[in-house]
């Protein structure tokens, strides 16, 4: 099964009468991580929610995955039936058992994994973003929107997290909105800058290599260097 | 121990308002009169209390329960809400003399139209709050649960009711101090025994200490059932702190 | 003028013509006095106010004065509007009851007043019953509504004069028994109380006068009457209320300040027997005759 | 429109039942039945309406203001909640019969002791609501308010009462609809007027058809009385999405 | 006036049964920068807030202006109230008044100039976090402690902001929580990397040169391959 591309075809974004976007058009291949960059309060997550179906008047391409930028996790819910609300949802308990080896194992790669038990709110904020993002790939989608999904982790954390989310979601159609110039050049098999008010997404960049890709190759530094000029004129 | 100091100095204070405002004992019974009854009359105060605990009790069982329910139903369905929440609203405004002739019609005179009269006074809270609650949940919640593919069942019983549990402890604290009014109505359907009976019947023949005796006990019976609600409230939402106490 | 308030035993009804044509054709005025009526909702609280000192005279019935009085309310009978009893026994005519021992194993509903257990009693131990035979059923108000949807067999503190008007309005027919033929002594049943310590006996005879006047008039001149009075309240012009002051009007007091003590003291026997009292108060602590 | 077609269809639904149950006038009679009842007497219930009127607004408006002035007390200071609170949950028990001499004696005959009593059903649901939300602020709010050198009296009014507001609305709506049922328990004290005097009177005397319309007039002020409240009480949170409608 | 140092001396932080730090002794020099790293959930947190006084026991060493994890906007103010909280919560009428032109003044610097009125609900997450920054610099304390202040910022408003920091913060004894290593080499007097559980911190890292440090020096890029290293042996 081959991950469906997403695209977004005249599209109008308005949020309470705010224009974020207008007669927008943009491709998402399928099958590829494309990373999303912009200054803040540009449009990312209203582009995020629009492909999600989240805003009035629109649909998901397909099942989705969405990782919001807050971590959403249910107060009243352990981190493993957190992990494997999805599955909770819509599934009969026979579904929800046999998530509960994927979950645990999610967690245990994530970092959570002797907190099972635990409620969200013993955790930490990195805690809870880890728990969130098991939660995310625990749902095993072929689109998966992910908001700022390492934004309060730690370097190393994030960037064993970024290696996790590039195995796991090989093969799959990604949108990652990240505020990180080297981590979209890590993840992402496509780059896109949105600026301007209502933006307009920049052209398509596409580093060499598979990800995720090395953070010290010097083609990446450069188009480091690139990505925040542009982001900085755009902006 | 604390509660006990309360408890007396309240007392203290009631005797101290009856001598102040110089209140006739056949309006308001000073406590110190009122315990003398109270002791003289123990037996027959227990035994109204027993009836008038078990009608407190299972009208806010079914109060609470019938409270969810509804709150649930009109969470889930605008047809329900459309057509069934302005009668459980005008409800609230039926004064008990006005059913009471329909309600022992279809349930006699034993303790199920007491009852049912006592749940009608005591859901009303629970499914408002509850209702409340179910209305207000974090939207984040409600959109992740869609991009989940959640059926709308789902959403509502494993989303939006836990959620909502906090509105639900606050009604159910309200209702259980309406309970025991709730179940004094009650007896105004053909009520031959309780702590409301006992009262209108010493108040007809001017004991008016027994009468407050009476309400005394009824009062008691409110307070632990209060205390009990509020304890059990709190169990319901371990994960949501609570200042001030 | 001198301000008078009376608290009437409840809503005005037919049993208060005297007060009321008093009222409406001044003569209350002419004894110099300005009367205010006030109806309460609940019949238990007008003694107690008057005790009280929150108004000068109060409606009540002659049992509920001697519990009270047993009770240490310092309330005295100055003036009677029903010198008998109206209290009765109901049950429908076309049901299994037809006399008072066919109650046994029945329902009979009751409103609560006090004494209903005392009455009831007495007439079941006139045709050889006790109160165990019979279910007693708190139906409060609704004392024709319970025994025309055959919740009760019968109900007690049926007042002769209005409940059987009801009946009839809704086509049905009942059967009566009066208490005072049936095992309970005689007693008043509508009294004027007022308190022991500030009663004030010139007053109260202006106030009997003028009770005494309108009693006379309004006995003359029923129909006259019956207008007069149908326009006093709201909502009084109804079929129940017209009925009803057709048989009332024999039944009042034509002498509102008489005193029949020998009915007191029998009564407070009574009530002694009957377990209502403990001990029945000196006949002159609650009872005044102002003449 | 739509409330229309619903209150329309309900109209249908009790003459059904009427008509179903083969109930007697003299127990509930068909809406056909008080609808001319309605109109003949059309001044006496406007009248009566006014007065019962009156009594729900100058109780609801009481009630709001007291039990939002007992809840912040009760989340300001620990005093008041050791002593006033029992108090409060206590009052919830008393039967309007036991206190009704006592009201007559310190407010008279008037409209006054009627509007106490009514408040005093009222004012329940708003304290009990409001204290809940009060205890349950966020506690990052309040950690960033202790941050600030805020008072507790500051973080009452400015941080705790704001975000308790939903709360308060909720309560708001329970009280809005206990509203007629506590002026019709008020018109017990003092003096005869009102619709649930009316309504009594008229049970007490056979004339179900006047009393059922009464109750009828009653229920339409408790859902216009509810409706405004609602619209009120959701004006108080803007910021807060309702899910439902 | 000069800023207060802070030091915490055998200090214990137990959160609910898990002992996070044990018999704790740690310096901040008063009047400067000190940036804490350290993996997710070791304790970063809960150090800031045994700081501020946040924890049962403790009391501030002074008045402290605290900026947490999450930016605890009130939503039933405008972003200007609550930028000016801390002199709404204080003050008199006054004050608060006074207040105006600097919450405006701080507004525009972090860029929500065009949004004073707006609620925060209206806001995108980077706009709110940058709402909460101005709040903190708003109230012009001299002990700052700041929880991952610039998480939710893009590259190039994150480089800004961390300027106007910079500058604003100057001769204050600041304490700031923060994920990014270059970040905490730009910005810190001092930086200590926390690890273990319970943690302990680790020897002062103090880079040379005047804050904010340019972020191309060679001396930064090699420390900041020396804390990565010591974060991943440390975590
Ligand atoms: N209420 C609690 N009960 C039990 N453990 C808690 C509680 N709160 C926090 N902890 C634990 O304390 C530890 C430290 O938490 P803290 O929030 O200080 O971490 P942190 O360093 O700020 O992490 P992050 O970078 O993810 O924000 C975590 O392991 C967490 O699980
Ligand atoms: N409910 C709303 N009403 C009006 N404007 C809104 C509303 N929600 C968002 N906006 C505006 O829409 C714009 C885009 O917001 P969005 O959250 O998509 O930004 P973003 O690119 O994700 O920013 P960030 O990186 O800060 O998260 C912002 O300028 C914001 O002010
Ligand atoms: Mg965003
Ligand atoms: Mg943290």
Redesign the interface.
């Known amino acids: 099964m081959s991950s469906p591309a997403l695209s977004v075809r005249s599209a109008h974004i308005v949020?309470?009468g705010?224009v974020v976007a207008e007669n927008l058009s943009l491709e998402f291949p399928g099958g590829r991580t494309t990373c999303l960059?912009?200054?803040?309060?540009v449009?990312?997550?209203s582009l995020l929610?629009h492909l999600?179906?989240?805003l009035p008047g629109t649909a998901?391409a397909g099942?989705?995955?969405?990782m919001?930028?807050?971590d959403?996790l249910?107060?009243?819910l352990s981190v493993l039936d957190n992990v494997r609300?999805?599955h909770?949802?819509?599934g009969d308990a026979a579904a929800r058992h046999a998530a509960g080896p994927r979950a645990r194992a999610l967690l245990a790669e994530v970092?959570l994994g002797h907190h099972l038990d635990a409620?969200p709110?013993?955790?930490?904020?990195?805690?809870r973003?880890?728990a969130a993002l098991a939660r995310t790939l625990c749902?095993d989608r072929q689109i998966v929107l992910m908001d700022?999904p390492f934004?309060?982790?730690?370097?190393?954390?994030?960037f064993d997290l970024q290696d996790l989310a590039a195995r796991l979601l090989r093969g799959r159609t990604v949108v990652m909105v990240t505020?990180?110039?080297l981590e979209a050049l890590r993840l992402g098999h496509e780059i896109r800058i949105l600026s301007g008010t209502p933006f307009v997404p920049g052209p398509v960049i596409a580093p060499s290599g598979a990800v995720p890709r090395d953070p010290a190759d010097p083609e990446l530094l450069a188009l480091q260097a690139r990505?925040?000029g542009e982001?900085?004129t755009g902006? | 121990m604390r509660p006990l100091v309360t408890a007396l100095g309240l007392l203290a204070g009631w005797e101290l308002l009856v001598w102040l405002a110089r209140l006739p004992p056949y309006i308001l019974p000073p406590p110190s009169r009122v315990a003398v009854v109270l002791m003289e009359r123990r037996a027959l105060l227990l035994e109204q209390a027993a009836w008038t605990g078990a009608e407190m009790m299972l009208g806010l069982a079914l109060g609470l329960l019938l409270g969810a329910a509804l709150a649930v139903l009109f969470a889930a369905s605008a047809g329900w809400r459309r057509w069934a929440l302005p009668l459980v609203i005008v409800s609230q405004a039926i004064p008990v003399i006005a059913v009471a002739p329909l309600l022992v019609l279809w349930l006699g005179y034993g303790m199920a139209s007491k009852v049912a009269m006592a749940a009608l006074v005591i859901f009303f809270p629970v499914v408002s709050s509850l209702y409340d609650g179910l209305r207000r949940t974090d939207p984040g919640w409600l959109e992740l649960a869609r991009t989940m593919d959640a059926s709308p069942r789902a959403v509502l019983l494993q989303i939006r009711l836990p959620a909502a549990l906090p509105a639900f402890a606050s009604g159910a604290r309200i209702a259980a101090a309406v309970a025991p009014i709730g179940a004094v109505i009650g007896e105004w359907v053909g009520a031959s025994a309780g702590l409301g009976f006992l009262m209108t019947q010493s108040l007809a023949r001017g004991q008016t200490p027994l009468a407050f005796a009476a309400l005394f006990v009824l009062c008691l019976l409110g307070l632990a059932l209060y205390v009990a609600t509020d304890r059990l409230a709190r169990r319901l939402v371990p994960w949501q702190p609570i200042q001030g106490d | 003028q001198e301000k008078v308030r009376i608290l009437l035993d409840w809503f005005v009804n037919p049993d208060h013509a005297a007060l009321v044509i008093a009222k409406q054709r001044g003569l209350f005025d002419k004894q110099g006095l300005d009367v205010e009526l006030i109806a309460p909702a609940d019949p238990n609280a007008p003694p107690k106010l008057v005790a009280a000192g929150q108004a000068d005279y109060a409606l009540s019935y002659q049992p509920t004065l001697q519990m009270l009085a047993a009770e240490g309310l310092p309330l005295v009978r100055v003036g009677v509007l029903v010198a008998q009893p109206l209290n009765s026994l109901v049950a429908l005519e076309d049901s299994a009851v037809k006399t008072i021992a066919d109650f046994k194993g029945r329902k009979i509903g009751f409103s609560v007043s006090g004494f209903e257990e005392a009455v009831l009693g007495a007439m079941l131990e006139s045709a050889g019953l006790t109160l165990k035979d019979v279910t007693l059923v708190n139906v409060n108000f609704a004392l024709t509504t319970a025994l025309m949807s055959k919740q009760v067999d019968g109900v007690i503190g049926a007042f002769r004069n209005f409940e059987l008007n009801d009946l009839e309005l809704n086509k049905a027919k009942g059967r009566i028994w009066l208490v005072e033929k049936h095992g309970v002594p005689a007693y008043d049943e509508l009294v004027i109380l007022a308190k022991r310590e500030t009663v004030d006996p010139a007053r109260t005879k202006k106030l009997l006068a003028a009770l005494a006047e309108a009693t006379a008039w309004l006995t003359a001149n029923p129909a006259e009457a019956w207008a007069s009075f149908s326009k006093y309240g709201k909502d009084l012009d109804n079929d129940l209320n017209r009925m009803a002051w057709k048989d009332t009007v024999p039944l009042l007091s034509a002498d509102p300040a008489a005193l029949d003590r020998a009915r007191y003291s029998t009564f407070a026997e009574f009530l002694v027997k009957r377990g209502l009292i403990k001990q029945a108060p000196p006949l002159d602590s609650y009872l005044r005759e102002i003449r």
Chains 1, 5 share one sequence.
């Open positions: 949020l309470d705010h960059l912009g200054r803040s309060g449009g990312k997550t929610r999600a179906g989240l998901p099942p989705v995955a969405y919001a930028q807050r959403l249910l107060p009243w609300l999805g909770r949802l819509r970092g409620l709110q013993t955790l930490s904020g990195g805690m973003q880890r749902e700022e934004g309060h982790l730690d370097a190393v954390t994030r505020h990180d110039p990505l925040i982001l900085r902006g």
